[in-house]
């Protein structure tokens, strides 16, 4: 999967001269936990670091990059860690005991990550920009729907979904604090309204492939085509 400026290579690495993007699988939940880099400062942002902390950390080292922020789609905790289902799942916790960075949630969602020194987590809110010290800039896009704080980051042509954004699906909004209406309106109004070209990156691996783009979830992904809101509540089972 090929185009003038990019590359994916076996490793599950983006490669651009302008990017560094690595998409990891990690877990029993197939989560997909990314590191965005820059190549001229080699700094690089964590996205959803949860199950596996060692290895995220060390595939960034031995990829030539120093965590240096930590971003969070949203917080339930298969993305960062915590207690699930009488389970423990190692996350942001740890991974502050490895960096010292700040972990950037939106604000809504910041009293929930009660594990997190309120020194260390920044609020976000949408259209807001995160550099990694050059020129590689990620934009925050606030997706409220599988929950009230959901955010996707696009960087360049790329956008990395969390659990907004399926390839096929989109997330969950029978959840505590879902809302299929705002799943309706962040689809719709929001990732819809994206060029067709932009890179799709879940926040899990439920598909055949790990990676599509907007243009072909607005042709296939029943989700994403703009139907009434009424009928995408039937579609959600609402």
């Known amino acids: 999967m090929q185009s003038r400026d990019r590359q994916w290579t076996g490793n599950g690495v983006d490669m651009a001269e302008t990017l560094y993007l690595k998409q990891i699988e990690c877990g029993p939940m197939q989560n997909y936990v990314y590191l965005i880099g820059d190549p001229a400062t080699r700094q690089a942002?964590?996205?959803?670091s949860a199950w596996d902390i060692d290895r995220i950390v060390q595939t960034a080292q031995e990829d030539g990059y120093t965590i240096s922020k930590v971003l969070i789609t949203h917080t339930h905790q298969d993305h960062t860690g915590g207690e699930l289902f009488g389970h423990h799942i190692p996350g942001l916790a740890e991974l502050l005991e490895q960096v010292d960075v700040p972990v950037y949630v939106h604000q809504s969602e910041t009293h929930?990550?009660?594990?997190?020194?309120?020194?260390?987590?920044?609020?976000?809110?949408?259209?807001q920009v995160v550099d990694l010290g050059g020129d590689v800039?990620?934009?925050?896009?606030?997706t409220p729907g599988h929950t009230p704080g959901s955010q996707c980051f696009l960087v360049q042509n790329r956008l990395v979904s969390g659990d907004t954004l399926f390839i096929g699906a989109c997330g969950r909004v029978d959840l505590p604090n879902s809302s299929?209406?705002?799943?309706?309106?962040?689809?719709?109004?929001?990732?819809?309204r994206l060029d067709d070209?932009?890179?799709?990156?879940?926040?899990?691996?439920?598909?055949?492939?790990?990676?599509?783009?907007?243009?072909?979830?607005?042709?296939?992904?029943p989700y994403c085509q703009a139907v009434p809101l009424q009928q995408f509540l039937r579609m959600m089972g609402h």
């Open 45 to 48: 942002a964590a996205v959803d």
């Open 137 to 142: 800039e990620i934009t925050l896009v606030h």
């Open 197 to 221: 070209d932009t890179i799709l990156y879940p926040g899990h691996n439920y598909a055949a492939q790990p990676t599509s783009t907007i243009g072909e979830q607005r042709r296939t992904n």
């Open 112 to 127: 929930i990550l009660k594990s997190i020194p309120g020194s260390s987590k920044v609020g976000t809110e949408s259209h």
């Open 180 to 192: 299929p209406e705002d799943m309706h309106d962040s689809l719709t109004n929001k990732l819809m």
